[in-house]
């Protein structure tokens, strides 16, 4: 098992910046966030593996970097340029052993 617990969403003016981090109990293999907006699917945000690769689904390309610290097992997500589209919950996710975990979500609204 894995526990994921995040922090760092909010309300933020269109322009504007939000950190998201995550921390799991345990070391994990892939690591990343997904959001959902009212109304939508769940999408794939960003991921990063054990080597620190890192990718990113298009709408957010040159605007979010992710990033983790494998001695503390976090994942932290630094969201730039935000827009109102980006407004969803924002999960955390992890993968160990085959299996996937995730966090209860963290709100992020942004403001025209």
């Known amino acids: 098992q894995v526990q994921l617990v995040e922090s760092g969403g909010g309300l933020v003016q269109a322009g504007g910046s939000l950190r998201l981090s995550c921390v799991a109990s345990?070391?994990?293999?892939?690591m990343g966030w997904y959001r959902q907006a009212p109304g939508k699917q769940r999408e794939l945000v960003a991921t990063?593996?054990?080597?620190?690769?890192?990718d990113y689904a298009d709408p957010i390309k040159g605007r979010f970097i992710i990033s983790r610290d494998n001695t503390r097992n976090t994942v932290t997500l630094q969201m730039n340029f935000l827009t109102p589209d980006d407004t969803a919950v924002y999960y955390c996710?992890?993968?160990?052993?085959?299996?996937?975990?995730w966090g209860q979500g963290t709100q992020v609204t942004v403001s025209s």
């Open positions: 990063i593996d054990r080597l620190e690769i890192e």
């Open positions: 996710y992890a993968t160990y052993l085959g299996q996937w975990y």
């Open positions: 345990r070391s994990t293999v892939d």
